[in-house]
């Protein structure tokens, strides 16, 4: 499947992943900790989890360590109505580098709106087999794992990222869900929907988005700059052809909203008619964002 890699692999996991677990709200309650050892299953929650994406292999690929994928994922405890059950909040952030540059850009970030139920005990491993469900808190970080990496690969090839959007309907349908909320079709943000996204083909134009916008854009602006914002250019109308389609999809919202500012950097100092072309796009595809294209100055 994968016939082109930006640089060459040699080993090592995937992700460099940072977590964080924020019990902050959790002081403001009655169900707030109080000893040491409250605050260490805290520390010891962040460390198993960075050590469940960060040590386990993702793909049959081996990175080196520069190579390696920038992640950071959040839980924001919202309860804690036993010893070892909470409801958080999840904030899923990745980055990826320019070729040729010291820059990076965002490829995903996203912070689910429903509340995340899950259940975490300090004497047992977090295990996943995609084959198996283990646990609820496994399954949601593994998935979101294969999400980033199918759009990770699918921004450097042409539908790159095939398996790896596999994997996580494979996660998905090994979820009950008549027994945890947030996995099924049911309203447009859950997390059946950027897999669905990313596997139906009527949104095939989607994917080409982020190959056209990162391969043959950014990562050609210190070669030929024209041609780098006319791919961009493309990529928006990639995402229009999408949204004709389906004017509610959430993996095309979310594209939008990680790159406007980007967006509005790349285009502001360049000619008029591209200005005018990137703004007529977004302002067809995500109305509230226009609101961040003031200084492209369209009448």
Known sequence: MLVFMPFCSLWGQEF?????????????????????????????????????????RWTDLDFQQHEKIDCSFSLILQQRSSATDFVAQISVQMRRPVYN???????????????????????????????????ILASTVAYYCYVMLGIYFDSFVPNGGDLYYQLAQQV?????VSKYSGWDSKGGRSRYWFMENHTNS??????????????????MMTKDQTKARQAIIQSLRDLEKSHRRNTNLLSLQQFVDVKIQEIV????PAPPEERKAVYEAVRNISPINVVKMKEFDIK
Not at 172 to 176: G, M, P, R, Y
């Open 16 to 56: 460099r992943c940072t977590v964080s677990v924020n019990p902050q709200k959790l002081l403001t309650t009655t169900q707030g900790y109080e000893s040491a050892s409250d605050k260490k299953i805290f520390d010891n929650m962040k460390q198993a989890l960075e050590d469940f994406i960060n040590g386990r």
């Open 265 to 268: 950097s790349i285009f502001t």
């Open 101 to 135: 540059s010291t820059y990076t850009t965002g490829l995903f970030n996203y912070m689910e709106q429903p509340t995340f139920a899950f259940s975490y005990n300090e004497s047992q491993p977090l295990d996943f087999d995609i084959n198996n469900f283990s646990s």
């Open 172 to 176: 998905v349908q090994a979820v009950d």
């Open 202 to 219: 009527a949104y095939a134009s989607l994917r080409e988005a982020y190959y056209n916008y990162h391969r043959l854009g950014l990562d």
